[in-house]
């Protein structure tokens, strides 16, 4: 199945509803970063987290960033997922490996350990909007429901999951389920949807059974008013990053630290944190960029 996300209304239009499948992108990110089987699940889990939440934006170049930085060995893990359907990610210590949790799944909570969730919503004009959460367990899903409840005051359920293997990844994404402020009130209603939302037992089975996004909408909420958006959105792995923004990035050191750098190492190699990809600039390009500097020095 492609990588896709899809949007629903139910209860007439009191529950909102969200599902993505995002199995190839967090396999191109673990390949990418050359992630151990729980740095995956946990960079897996917050994409697949900022992909759902970024889905709510309306204005074109939309974006979420999400960074969960605990004192766990992962590290912390960093995600900006847009409007448009990309998102690009890393964790701190890639490789960092753990005994499985009491429930014999990956443990991410402990790869994460205690600490904060950092929200920043950028719809493109004024200043982002942020928030800062606690941690509640680790695990991503909890996190984020946390923080859409105590900061945006939105009643929401999220279940996010991956299953990787030692081919790869083979199912990755998540289901947001949230209880807007017209049907809140009906006490009746948000049990029935926490109970339901309770009995799953993950997201990734359900694609590993062969089910679909509208299919697994249905088993949810078809008796409810269900009505799925025509739109399906594809989603994808993706970086801006490109060799002038090295070049510009480089250029922001100054002269001496250029000359620096073509003395002793005949160049320079720098390495985007989101994609792993290196760029390599010789020191041709680095003269370059000094005789740039120089010029403007001399204009100014």
Do not use: W
């Not at 409840?149 to 990787?164: H, I, K, M, N, Y």
Request: one cysteine or more.
């Amino acid at each position: 199945m492609a990588d896709q996300l899809i949007k629903a209304t139910a209860a007439d239009g009191g529950i909102r509803i969200v599902g993505a499948v995002t199995t190839r992108l967090t396999e191109e990110a673990r390949q990418r970063h050359q992630l151990s089987y729980v740095a995956t699940a946990a960079l897996g889990r917050t994409m697949a987290s900022g992909l759902l939440m970024a889905s709510s934006m309306k204005k074109p170049g939309s974006r979420v960033n999400v960074r969960v930085k605990g004192d766990g060995p992962l590290g912390g893990i960093l995600v900006d997922a847009r409007l448009d359907g990309t998102v690009r990610g890393f964790v701190g210590n890639p490789s960092v490996e753990l005994l499985p949790n009491a429930q014999g799944k990956l443990d991410v909570g402990g790869a994460v350990g205690n600490g904060y969730l950092y929200v920043v919503r950028d719809v493109g004009y004024g200043y982002p909007y942020s928030s800062t959460v606690e941690l509640v367990s680790g695990e991503i899903g909890d996190d984020v429901a946390h923080y859409l409840l105590s900061s945006e005051q939105t009643p929401s359920a999220l279940v996010v999951g991956v299953f990787v293997e030692a081919s790869g990844v083979t199912a990755a994404g998540g289901l947001l389920v949230q209880v807007l402020p017209k049907a809140a009130r009906d006490e009746a209603l948000v049990e029935t949807l926490e109970s339901r939302v309770a009995s799953l037992t993950g997201f990734t089975p359900l694609l590993q059974a062969g089910k679909g996004l509208t299919e697994i909408f249905h088993d949810l909420l078809g008796d409810m008013g269900l009505s799925i958006f025509p739109e399906t959105q594809m989603l994808r792995f993706h970086c801006g990053c490109s060799f002038d923004r090295v070049l510009g990035a480089l250029k922001m050191l100054g002269k001496a630290e250029l000359q620096d750098m073509i003395i002793e190492d005949d160049g320079a190699e720098a390495t985007c944190d989101f994609c792993g990809t290196v760029y390599q600039a010789s020191s041709y390009h680095l003269t370059q960029l000094i005789d740039d500097l120089q010029a403007e020095s001399s204009v100014n």
